[in-house]
């Protein structure tokens, strides 16, 4: 699987809910991440990211655009958070070890306003 394939992969599984399958199968040992709410490690952001899935579900998460160079996947998308009515641009930076596994991760969050000067929008 490319790395571009593997990145969608694990995205949409987490955002669907499915954490720790998504962790177990793209995630290497030596994991770290770049999220300033969480400890850089693994184990935190799984924790995170396990107990967001069971208290504020995803209503839908699309992937708009992916780029992949070398051991590097970028991934634009929307996400939308079930019942809150909230809608998010999102950016996730991934890096590849050579098994093709998630080394390192960084990511980059913006909640859509309701309304905008910009007639283009954030999409």
């Not at 641009?89 to 306003?113: N, R």
Request: glycine share 6%; charged share 20%.
């Amino acid at each position: 699987m490319a790395n571009k394939a593997t990145a969608i992969e694990y995205l949409r599984m987490a955002a669907a809910g499915e954490v720790r399958e998504a962790h177990a199968r793209h995630v290497a040992p030596g994991f770290t991440h770049h999220n300033p709410g969480f400890a850089h490690h693994r184990p935190s952001l799984l924790d995170a990211m396990v107990q967001s899935a069971a208290t504020a579900r995803n209503q839908s998460f699309e992937v708009l655009q992916a780029i992949e160079d070398a051991d590097t996947v970028a991934i634009h998308s929307r996400l939308t958070r079930a019942g809150a009515d909230l809608r998010y641009a999102v950016v996730h930076i991934l890096k590849f070890d050579g098994d093709g596994k998630i080394v390192e991760m960084w990511d980059v969050v913006q909640e859509v306003p309701a309304q905008s000067p910009n007639a283009r929008g954030m999409f």
